[in-house]
């Protein structure tokens, strides 16, 4: 499986508690016409941690069919119990995705050991490529690297998804094995592409698909230059969407922008005031509001 260039991590919108498919629908067709080359539904920025399992199935089987293979689908199905992200991932494959998501176990920390065998009961009963996903910062572990070595030798190991804030490790990623490396972060994604990732799973595209489309697509034809004046120009609103935990700044800004309701589910709540007004001048300063 070729992935590369942008991949949005799109948020789950709410309305009255509910998911709203109606204005799903519109964020998905945008996405579509911003040119990138997937989504990526119930990740983090889509607030999996609340949806229930028949919600979580319900909004990958709607992205699958409102996308209609125009671009690729990377459910988010991971979870800190094999079984648990295994049944999703079957039930993912059902509907006919290109590829899952999967989070390192997050809470119960496992050995090295049981993180090899996780990822590889999901890849090997799902029968669906998965993408890794490395986030030390919210699951208190980190995939080492000679586990994403071994994993890598497996055909439906895809990629991996970095978002531990190094750039370094990228190149120790591509000096150990061939796996196919994509930026988790937004700030870090043309300087991980400049030492061999292929493209990012963005936050940032939520509000500018064309854009970090863009950005990647440069990156992968050498021209720097001009990736780095898009990197340059949105760097505050990269920053900015992490004033607060993701996906609160990114949805408070789509509100902004009325493409969505503001409305999370707890634990997760409004943007303070202070940041509010910070999030709204930065939007103002990249010419997005």
Do not use: W
């Amino acid at each position: 499986m070729d992935l590369f260039g942008c991949y949005t991590a799109l948020v789950t919108p709410f309305r009255d508690g509910k998911v709203d498919y109606t204005a799903l629908g519109l964020l998905i067709e945008e996405q579509i016409k911003g040119g990138v080359t997937g989504l990526v539904p119930v990740g983090t920025t889509g607030e999996s941690p609340t949806l229930d399992v028949d919600e979580h199935m319900q909004v990958i089987d709607f992205f699958a069919r409102q996308a209609g293979k125009r671009c690729q689908i990377i459910a988010g199905t991971g979870a800190n119990s094999t079984s648990e992200a295994v049944h999703m991932s079957k039930l993912a494959a059902e509907i006919g995705v290109d590829a899952t998501l999967q989070v390192t176990p997050y809470y119960n920390k496992p050995s090295n050991e049981g993180l090899y065998r996780h990822f590889m009961e999901v890849a090997e009963k799902s029968g669906v490529p998965i993408v890794l996903y490395n986030v030390p910062g919210r699951t208190g572990k980190e995939i080492p690297l000679e586990i994403v070595v071994r994993l890598a030798e497996h055909p439906l190991v895809a990629a991996i998804k970095e978002a531990g804030g190094s750039v370094d490790r990228v190149s120790a990623l591509q000096d150990a094995c061939s796996l196919t490396v994509l930026s988790g972060d937004d700030s870090l994604a043309l300087p991980m592409m400049a030492v061999g990732a292929r493209g990012v799973i963005s936050v940032a595209s939520n509000l500018i698909p064309a854009e970090i489309s863009a950005m990647a697509a440069l990156a992968l034809q050498g021209d720097f230059a001009a990736a780095l004046a898009i990197h340059r120009n949105y760097y505050p609103l990269f920053r900015d969407l992490f004033l607060e935990s993701n996906p609160i700044p990114v949805k408070a800004a789509l509100a902004e922008l009325g493409k969505i309701s503001e409305e999370y589910r707890l634990p997760l709540c409004s943007i303070s005031a202070a940041n509010r007004k910070k999030l709204c001048d930065t939007l103002q300063k990249v010419g997005i509001l």
